[in-house]
T-cell receptor, first 113, second 114 residues
Framework: DSGVTQTPKHLITATGQRVTLRCSPR?????VYWYQQSLDQGLQFLIQ???????AKGNILERFSAQQFPDLHSELNLSSLELGDSALYFC????????????FGQGTRLTVV | AQSVTQLDSQVPVFEEAPVELRCNYS??????LFWYVQYPNQGLQLLLK??????LVKGINGFEAEFNKSQTSFHLRKPSVHISDTAEYFC????????????FGAGTQVVVTP
């Protein structure tokens, strides 16, 4: 158990819909990262927050957004969903981000039908 | 921009045989290097990391890796594999000024057979 909790574990939704994925980082970790894992793109970095502020952005679509709340949990919002958004979405956390290892959650498997 | 290349997409290996998974990276700045393992239907677990110091790094489950700066490589090795080592292995790079975001390779699927 990495200490990073992601909910829900599975999500099936229709095209055009909006979903929210939730992540609770390890106790004491200030950095939260979101990654997408798909068969065609592999593991891609989406976005990072540190202590409530956005720190780095990857190839995140405009239809996707995220935030980190004062209690340090984070949410990834995916809207206007398309079939190609079906993937495994991972959250990871680390103490600070610089030179520290990231611990990954079990992921949320999103299936868009 | 950085990139990570895992040279083998799949590596079949017999139980108790050694295995080496190859990883090469490119970056214009100094990097930290990681190997993660993903078991079926699981998240990623850190096997080992290179931050600085000795270029030979030992990790969990008997794995080790060697950082070679001149060849920009970070190959992972295990002298004797078990059936339970069947999993996907990812090499990852983090640039030192990047706040820890990871660039992953495409992964190497290791299949251990008796």
């Amino acid at each position: 158990d990495s200490g990073v909790t992601q909910t829900p574990k599975h999500l099936i939704t229709a095209t055009g819909q909006r979903v929210t994925l939730r992540c609770s980082p390890r106790s004491g970790d200030l950095s939260v990262y979101w990654y997408q894992q798909s068969l065609d793109q592999g593991l891609q970095f989406l976005i990072q927050y540190y202590n409530g502020e956005e720190r780095a952005k990857g190839n995140i679509l405009e239809r996707f957004s995220a935030q980190q709340f004062p209690d340090l949990h984070s949410e990834l919002n995916l809207s206007s969903l398309e079939l190609g958004d079906s993937a495994l979405y991972f959250c990871a956390s680390s103490v600070s981000g610089v030179g520290t290892e990231a611990f990954f959650g079990q992921g949320t498997r999103l299936t868009v039908v | 921009a950085q990139s990570v290349t895992q040279l083998d997409s799949q590596v079949p290996v017999f139980e108790e045989a050694p295995v080496e998974l190859r990883c090469n990276y490119s970056s214009s700045v100094s990097v930290y290097l990681f190997w993660y393992v993903q078991y079926p239907n699981q998240g990623l677990q850190l096997l080992l990391k290179y931050l600085s110091g000795s270029t030979l790094v030992k990790g969990i489950n008997g794995f080790e890796a060697e950082f070679n700066k001149s060849q920009t490589s970070f190959h992972l090795r295990k002298p004797s594999v078990h059936i339970s080592d069947t999993a996907e292995y990812f090499c990852a790079v983090s640039e030192r000024d990047s706040w820890g975001k990871l660039q992953f390779g495409a992964g190497t699927q290791v299949v251990v057979t008796p």
